[in-house]
């Protein structure tokens, strides 16, 4: 049987911050990890990448507000944060 796609309209104020879902994948795999030792290395990449991808949403969503000094434009190059 075939279903047929149906149009949704969506309208309103949303606030879905992704960083703790990826940081609780993150932690899950890396429990996953220390508990079933063959494949583990692959489990504990997949950890780190949850977690960079955790670090960038934070960074994306809530970093502006939370590291007021954000990062100096000439500084940038070097990835080190500005004194406020």
Do not use: C
């Amino acid at each position: 049987m075939i279903s047929e796609k149906k149009a949704a309209a969506i309208s309103g104020d949303h606030d879905y911050r992704p960083w703790p879902e990826l940081r609780h994948a993150a932690a899950s795999l890396r429990k996953i990890a220390a508990e079933y030792k063959p494949g583990s290395a692959h489990t504990t990449t997949a950890a780190l990448v949850m977690m960079a991808f955790s670090v960038e949403a934070f960074v994306q969503t809530l970093g502006p507000e939370v590291l007021q000094g954000g990062v100096d434009a000439k500084d940038s190059s070097r990835g080190t944060v500005a004194a406020n």
